[in-house]
């Protein structure tokens, strides 16, 4: 695809002053940053701006004055007398051309102290509005590339724009003050600056809108190239990269998707510069015209030495100050279209899913599904019509096909989807209306694909409850519970090994025991009385199962215990077993009564007895 090819936003360039609605957000986002260095970086602004003029028009004075020196020298009088003046007027500007760097020094440390701090704030508000979105939303392709988008450019730009900002001030403040001088020339000049200047401009801004456009355009395959660096270089995944000899397969992708980007990247690039080279030779002819026209009159004897010396000086330096103005213009456009991507992301609604119920309207009900049936979003029907109800103290274990949608019911059961149909009842209350952290109070909760955090063993067990995050004797409490101490007491530094291998000293456990610490972890929530456990054992060696549903049994009698496992050693015990097949339930009963009916259940149990036969 080419760049002319890539779909054009929403508010095409017919809007481009439309879009510098981003520029007072990104101003007052600085302010918030820092109001001092933003008064700072305004007051060297305008230093640097206005001095430039003022050591042009000594300039000119001393010219003048050494012309005039020369006569009255010839003249005889004394060479110091003579001289003073001139001589004065060159520390003045040595005085104003020392003022002028001493600013723009304080313009470059202001601006990277800036940076960084302006770095950090974006992108804690970045993963500030990260934590509030929904999972589904964390789903949603396209919501991923705008947060994509928004960590790779956004976090520099509002900077950027308030540097232009400044910067367009300063060459504006330089223009007029030139222009001041300029018209006593000739009004004419002050136009013929303009004319050559703008065509560079006008080019400019519209390659700027197209480079955005390429940007957006190639973020879903940037996000592919991303995904590609780490597969080929973490150690969670090269394991298999290498046994499977991947790496030349992946990069090979890598390197086409590159090539694939670059091709468009470049068009870009050359047809940018080449345009930018033909328009800027206008403005070359526009400077020499002058050139000659300065010339002409100070030969005709209509200006003095001097008078030209400035003139040309500041024909020249107002031409830079001019594109300067207009590149920080295009500067700005580009900022901002790179801004409403931040706030685009920053701006997505979130769901509100913050209820106020803390008591359920019938304490004590348990749990109830009522015709429950869900659909993925975008995606058909994984539930369907599911009823049933847990109360406290009781066991339910849920059993069925891979995909037959266990997980899903969990998904739902702990509020990270809502039900497309029906409700879900926590002591008679629907979920929507509890207050979260209520809720997430009384789940414990253990997912197949639960999160190996590069932290601390006991941190790891710490997160499962964020209020005793570091209370070391919960730590040992939880890790009890699931059977993890043995192993971690063995460890060189106890609860403060590091686990995994991203920082120094990290030590990698084995599947089980990871298992371990993830059920630990749910152990945590001490005061939860609705435990969920998907597939915790799947790691284990048979002991370590038939010992952590001992103890699991053992710790829940008085909670609603939900269990998903493949092995029906653990399922029968449970007081009520739940057969679910494609999104359905088909069957519902103890273990002994599922046998007998002589159904689904009975025939998969019988199969798995057979083999171990
Ligand atoms: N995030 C998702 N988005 C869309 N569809 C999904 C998502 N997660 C699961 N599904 C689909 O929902 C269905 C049920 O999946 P679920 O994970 O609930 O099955 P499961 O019974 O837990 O399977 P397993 O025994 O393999 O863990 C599957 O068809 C799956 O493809």
Not at 138 to 162: I, Q
Not at 321 to 331: K, N, P, R, V
Not at 526 to 539: G, H
Not at 595 to 600: C, M, V, W
Request: charged share 20%; hydrophobic share 45%.
């Amino acid at each position: 695809m080419s760049p002319n090819l890539i779909p054009a936003p929403p508010r095409p360039f017919q809007g481009f002053f439309g879009v510098f609605r981003y520029s007072s957000r990104a101003l007052s986002l600085v302010w918030q940053t820092s109001p001092k260095m933003m008064i700072g970086l305004a007051v060297c602004t305008l230093v640097a701006g206005v001095l430039p003029a003022v050591a042009t028009w000594i300039g000119q004075l001393i010219v003048d004055g050494v012309v005039a020196a020369m006569d009255t020298y010839q003249a005889s009088s004394s060479l110091m007398e003579v001289i003073t003046p001139v001589l004065w007027l060159v520390a003045l500007e040595g005085a104003i051309i020392a003022l002028i760097t001493l600013a723009q020094r304080g313009l470059s440390a202001q601006q990277s102290l800036l940076r960084a701090m302006l770095g950090q704030k974006v992108n804690v508000m970045i993963l500030e509005k990260a934590g509030t979105l929904s999972l589904s939303q964390f789903e949603d392709s396209e919501l991923y590339d705008k947060l994509t988008r928004a960590r790779r450019e956004a976090s520099t730009r509002p900077l950027g724009l308030v540097n232009k900002t400044f910067s367009l001030l300063q060459n504006a403040i330089s223009l007029v003050s030139f222009g001041v001088l300029l018209v006593q020339f000739s009004p004419w000049a002050l136009l013929i600056l303009i004319a050559g200047a703008l065509p560079v401009f006008l080019s400019e801004a519209k390659f700027s809108g197209d480079a955005f456009r390429l940007f957006r355009w190639r973020s879903p395959q940037s996000r592919m190239q991303m995904y590609l660096e780490t597969v080929l270089a973490r150690e969670d995944s090269i394991k298999e990269v290498k046994l499977f000899g991947l790496e030349s397969l992946f990069l090979q992708r890598y390197r086409d998707i590159f090539t694939r980007l670059f091709k468009e990247e470049r068009l870009l690039t050359l047809r940018r510069e080449a345009w930018g080279f033909g328009l800027g030779l206008i403005g070359t002819l526009a400077f020499y015209m002058a050139y000659g026209w300065v010339v002409l009159e100070t030969v005709v004897g209509a200006l003095t030495l001097g008078q030209m010396t400035m003139y040309l000086m500041v024909f020249k330096q107002g031409q830079s100050a001019l594109s300067a103005c207009l590149t920080s213009i295009s500067g700005m456009y580009e900022d901002n279209l790179y801004l409403s991507n931040l706030y685009e992301y920053l701006e997505q609604p979130t769901e509100q899913e913050n209820g106020e119920v803390t008591i359920g309207a019938i304490p004590g009900d348990g749990l109830r599904f009522e015709q429950v049936s869900f659909a993925y979003p975008g995606g058909g029907e994984v539930l369907h019509d599911i009823s049933l109800h847990l109360k406290p103290g009781e066991s339910l274990a849920l059993v069925g096909e891979n995909g037959s949608g266990k997980t899903t019911l969990i998904k739902l059961l702990t509020r990270l989807y809502h039900p497309t149909q029906g409700r879900v009842l926590l002591d008679g209350s629907d979920l929507r209306d509890w207050e979260t952290g209520a809720l997430r109070r009384r789940i414990g909760v253990i997912f197949q694909d639960f999160e190996r955090y590069q932290l601390q063993v006991g941190e790891n067990l710490g997160v499962g409850d964020t209020q005793a995050f570091s209370d070391e004797q919960r730590w040992a409490r939880a890790a009890h519970h699931g059977l993890a101490d043995d192993f971690i007491n063995r460890m060189d530094n106890g609860y403060h090994t590091q686990l995994g291998r991203w920082f120094k000293n990290g030590q990698e456990l084995s599947g089980g025991q990871w298992q371990k610490v993830a059920l630990s972890r749910a152990y945590m929530r001490e005061n939860a009385d609705i435990l969920v456990l998907d597939e915790p054992t799947a790691a284990m060696d048979a002991a370590a199962e038939a010992a952590v549903f001992a103890r699991f049994r053992e710790h829940s009698r008085d909670k609603m215990t939900i269990l998903i496992s493949h092995r029906f050693s653990t399922v029968r015990s449970a007081e009520q077993i739940i057969v679910i097949d494609q999104g359905r339930i088909i069957e519902r009963g103890t273990h002994q009564a599922l046998l007998e009916s002589d159904g689904r259940y009975a025939s998969l149990f019988r199969l798995q007895a057979k083999g171990y036969q």
